[in-house]
C-alpha cells in the first residue's frame, strides 16, 4: 500500500511537470491548484465519514443503504402494536393478527375452561372459560406427543363436563386416565364405567347383545373390518366379507341361543358345520341363508381360504381377555344418557388392532345411542352427552367422523377430537371433511408444519402495514440530512405458520393458538397449564 502511495505521488509530480513547460507557469499553476483542492475536499470528507460512524455506531452503517429500520430482529410484535403500521428490521415475530382480551368477551363465563389468555410477550392476563354447549359445534385439539393435551384439555375438560351434571365418553391410550377419571366421577356424584381388555378392573360389556338395528349392524361391521380402501384392485372381496359378517350377526342373535356372544361369530365362521346346524335348529335364522350361500355351499378348502380374511378380524373375539370383558353386561350404552355418567374406554396403543377394533366397537353403539334421540321427542331435553377422543386419528377408518360430528350436534352431544397432527386424518379432502365440522380448533405448541398450514389457512389472510424508514445524504456527510419514510401495504396470513408451530418462549411449555369463529373471527394464545409456577 506504501509503495502504491509513492507511486502516484511520483506521477503527480511529473504530471505537473509536463503541464509546467506544455501550458506555461500559469495555466499549471492553476490547475494544479484545483487538483490540490479536490483531493482535500475528498481527505476531509472521508475523516467526517469516519467521524460519523464512530457518532452513531453500527446503525450509521445502514445509511448508506438509504434504508434504517428501527424494530430488532427476533422483536415480537402483539397486538396491541396493531393500531398502525409499524417500524420493522428484518425477522419478528408478527402477532399482530391476534385477538385482544377485549375481544373475547363471549369466554367471560362458562362451563369449561379454556385456560388463561396469553400476551405474546408471556404475560398471564384472566381466566377463559366456554359454554359446554360450544361442543355441540365440534372441537380439534392437535399437538404432538407431550404437548399438554391430556393434561391441559382431556382431563380439565372431562372434570367440567361432569360438574356440569353431563354425561363423558373419552378413549384412554396410555393407560394414565383410570385414576384421575375415577376421582373426578366420584367427586361429582357421576356413574363410573371403565372397559377395557387386558385390565382386571374393567367391567363387562356385551355389545353383540345390545345391536338392535340394521345401523348398530353397520356400524359393527365397519368398526370390525374398517372402511374399504379406496385403492383396493378386488373391492368384492370386502364387500363379500361384510355381506358375509352381516349374516353372521343376524345368525348369531337368531341361533336359539339365551344371550348370542361375540365369540360366536368367530365360531360360526369358522365352522361351516355349526353354521348349517344353526341354520336347520333356528327357523328364524333361515330368514338370512341368502347372504351365506356362498359360504355354506363351499368345500373345506374353498371355505378355509375364502373365510381366511373374515377370520383373521373376528379372531380377537376368541382370546380369553376379550371374552372375559364381552361374555356378559354390567351395563348398557343407553344409559349414559339417562344420568350423569364417565365412561372410560381403555385402548391402549400397544394392543394395536384389537384395541382399536373394540373402542370403535363401543363408540360406534354410543354415537347410535345418541342418534336414537331423533326418534323421541323432546330430544332437547336429554342429558347431554360429550365424546372426549384422544388419539382420534387411530379410528378414521373404522368411525365416520365427518357424519357423527354433522349429526350430533342436533342431539345435545358433543365430539372433541386429539390428534397428534392434521396429516393423521388422511389427505386433504378426508382432513377438510373432519375438520371443516369442527368450529373450535386448539394448535398446541409444536404442531406440525402441515397442521400449522392448515390452521393458517383456516385463519385466513389480512392486510398489514409496515413502515420502512430511511435517511439519506451526500457521500460524505457524516450525518444523512435528509429522511424518507415509506408505508409498505401488503396481503399476509391472520398468523404466521411459525407463529403457530413456535410461540415465543416466554409463554411456556403448554400453550397453544385457539380460534373459536363465533367468538371471535380472530385467534388468541392460551396458557393450558393447570397449576402456574
Known amino acids: 500500500?506504501?509503495?502504491?502511495?509513492?507511486?502516484?505521488?511520483?506521477?503527480?509530480?511529473?504530471?505537473?511537470?509536463?503541464?509546467?513547460?506544455?501550458?506555461?507557469?500559469?495555466?499549471?499553476?492553476?490547475?494544479?491548484?484545483?487538483?490540490?483542492?479536490?483531493?482535500?475536499?475528498?481527505?476531509?470528507?472521508?475523516?467526517?465519514?469516519?467521524?460519523?460512524?464512530?457518532?452513531?455506531?453500527?446503525?450509521?452503517?445502514?445509511?448508506?443503504?438509504?434504508?434504517?429500520?428501527?424494530?430488532?430482529?427476533?422483536?415480537?410484535?402483539?397486538?396491541?402494536?396493531?393500531?398502525?403500521?409499524?417500524?420493522?428490521?428484518?425477522?419478528?415475530?408478527?402477532?399482530?393478527?391476534?385477538?385482544?382480551?377485549?375481544?373475547?368477551?363471549?369466554?367471560?363465563?362458562?362451563?369449561?375452561?379454556?385456560?388463561?389468555?396469553?400476551?405474546?410477550?408471556?404475560?398471564?392476563?384472566?381466566?377463559?372459560?366456554?359454554?359446554?354447549?360450544?361442543?355441540?359445534?365440534?372441537?380439534?385439539?392437535?399437538?404432538?406427543?407431550?404437548?399438554?393435551?391430556?393434561?391441559?384439555?382431556?382431563?380439565?375438560?372431562?372434570?367440567?363436563?361432569?360438574?356440569?351434571?353431563?354425561?363423558?365418553?373419552?378413549?384412554?391410550?396410555?393407560?394414565?386416565?383410570?385414576?384421575?377419571?375415577?376421582?373426578?366421577?366420584?367427586?361429582?356424584?357421576?356413574?363410573?364405567?371403565?372397559?377395557?381388555?387386558?385390565?382386571?378392573?374393567?367391567?363387562?360389556?356385551?355389545?353383540?347383545?345390545?345391536?338392535?338395528?340394521?345401523?348398530?349392524?353397520?356400524?359393527?361391521?365397519?368398526?370390525?373390518?374398517?372402511?374399504?380402501?379406496?385403492?383396493?384392485?378386488?373391492?368384492?372381496?370386502?364387500?363379500?366379507?361384510?355381506?358375509?359378517?352381516?349374516?353372521?350377526?343376524?345368525?348369531?342373535?337368531?341361533?336359539?341361543?339365551?344371550?348370542?356372544?361375540?365369540?360366536?361369530?368367530?365360531?360360526?365362521?369358522?365352522?361351516?358345520?355349526?353354521?348349517?346346524?344353526?341354520?336347520s335348529n333356528s327357523p328364524a335364522a333361515q330368514n338370512f341363508a341368502t347372504g351365506l350361500a356362498d359360504l355354506l355351499s363351499m368345500n373345506a378348502e374353498e371355505h378355509s381360504r375364502a373365510a381366511s380374511g373374515l377370520l383373521n378380524a373376528l379372531t380377537l373375539f376368541g382370546s380369553p381377555d376379550v371374552r372375559r370383558i364381552s361374555e356378559a353386561s354390567d351395563f348398557h350404552i343407553d344409559e349414559i344418557g339417562r344420568e350423569p355418567t364417565l365412561l372410560v374406554i381403555g385402548a391402549p396403543l400397544a394392543d394395536a388392532r384389537r384395541s382399536e377394533t373394540l373402542s370403535a366397537i363401543m363408540l360406534s353403539r354410543a354415537f347410535n345411542a345418541v342418534y336414537d334421540r331423533f326418534l323421541v321427542e323432546g330430544k332437547e331435553r336429554c342429558l347431554p352427552v360429550f365424546f372426549i377422543i384422544d388419539e382420534a386419528a387411530r379410528l378414521k377408518d373404522r368411525i365416520a367422523y365427518e357424519e357423527v360430528l354433522a349429526v350430533v350436534r342436533s342431539a345435545n352431544a358433543g365430539v372433541c377430537l386429539a390428534i397428534q397432527d392434521v396429516t393423521q386424518l388422511g389427505d386433504m379432502e378426508a382432513r377438510t371433511a373432519v375438520l371443516a365440522n369442527c368450529h373450535t380448533m386448539i394448535a398446541l405448541r409444536g404442531c406440525s408444519a402441515e397442521t400449522a398450514k392448515y390452521f393458517a389457512g383456516r385463519l385466513g389472510e389480512h392486510r398489514q402495514s409496515t413502515i420502512v424508514e430511511g435517511r439519506a445524504g451526500g457521500y460524505f456527510d457524516p450525518v444523512p440530512q435528509h429522511r424518507n419514510r415509506m408505508v409498505q401495504t401488503s396481503t399476509t396470513e391472520v398468523l404466521g405458520q411459525r407463529e403457530i408451530m413456535h410461540p415465543p418462549v416466554a409463554c411456556g411449555q403448554w400453550c397453544g393458538v385457539a380460534h373459536i369463529p363465533s367468538v371471535s373471527a380472530k385467534p388468541f394464545l392460551v396458557d393450558l397449564e393447570r397449576v402456574r409456577t
Open 1 to 279: 500500500m506504501h509503495h502504491n502511495y509513492q507511486i502516484h505521488l511520483v506521477w503527480l509530480v511529473v504530471g505537473g511537470v509536463v503541464l509546467l513547460f506544455v501550458l506555461g507557469p500559469g495555466r499549471s499553476i492553476g490547475i494544479l491548484g484545483n487538483i490540490i483542492w479536490f483531493v482535500l475536499r475528498a481527505c476531509v470528507g472521508i475523516l467526517r465519514s469516519l467521524l460519523g460512524l464512530l457518532w452513531h455506531g453500527v446503525g450509521a452503517a445502514s445509511v448508506m443503504t438509504g434504508n434504517m429500520n428501527r424494530t430488532r430482529s427476533g422483536t415480537v410484535v402483539g397486538p396491541t402494536q396493531n393500531r398502525g403500521p409499524i417500524r420493522a428490521n428484518g425477522d419478528f415475530h408478527d402477532y399482530r393478527g391476534l385477538a385482544l382480551l377485549r375481544d373475547l368477551r363471549g369466554l367471560d363465563r362458562g362451563n369449561i375452561r379454556i385456560g388463561r389468555y396469553l400476551e405474546p410477550s408471556g404475560r398471564l392476563r384472566r381466566e377463559l372459560f366456554f359454554q359446554r354447549e360450544l361442543l355441540y359445534s365440534g372441537c380439534a385439539v392437535v399437538g404432538p406427543s407431550g404437548s399438554g393435551k391430556t393434561v391441559g384439555v382431556i382431563l380439565p375438560w372431562i372434570e367440567s363436563l361432569l360438574q356440569s351434571g353431563a354425561s363423558v365418553v373419552t378413549v384412554d391410550v396410555k393407560g394414565d386416565l383410570y385414576g384421575e377419571a375415577q376421582r373426578a366421577a366420584q367427586a361429582t356424584g357421576a356413574r363410573f364405567l371403565y372397559w377395557c381388555a387386558g385390565d382386571q378392573r374393567s367391567q363387562r360389556w356385551n355389545w353383540l347383545d345390545e345391536i338392535a338395528n340394521d345401523r348398530d349392524i353397520e356400524a359393527a361391521i365397519r368398526a370390525v373390518l374398517g372402511k374399504q380402501n379406496p385403492r383396493d384392485s378386488q373391492p368384492h372381496f370386502y364387500e363379500r366379507d361384510c355381506r358375509w359378517l352381516r349374516g353372521l350377526i343376524h345368525v348369531a342373535q337368531n341361533e336359539g341361543r339365551l344371550r348370542p356372544i361375540p365369540a360366536d361369530l368367530m365360531r360360526l365362521a369358522a365352522d361351516r358345520e355349526q353354521l348349517a346346524q344353526a341354520f
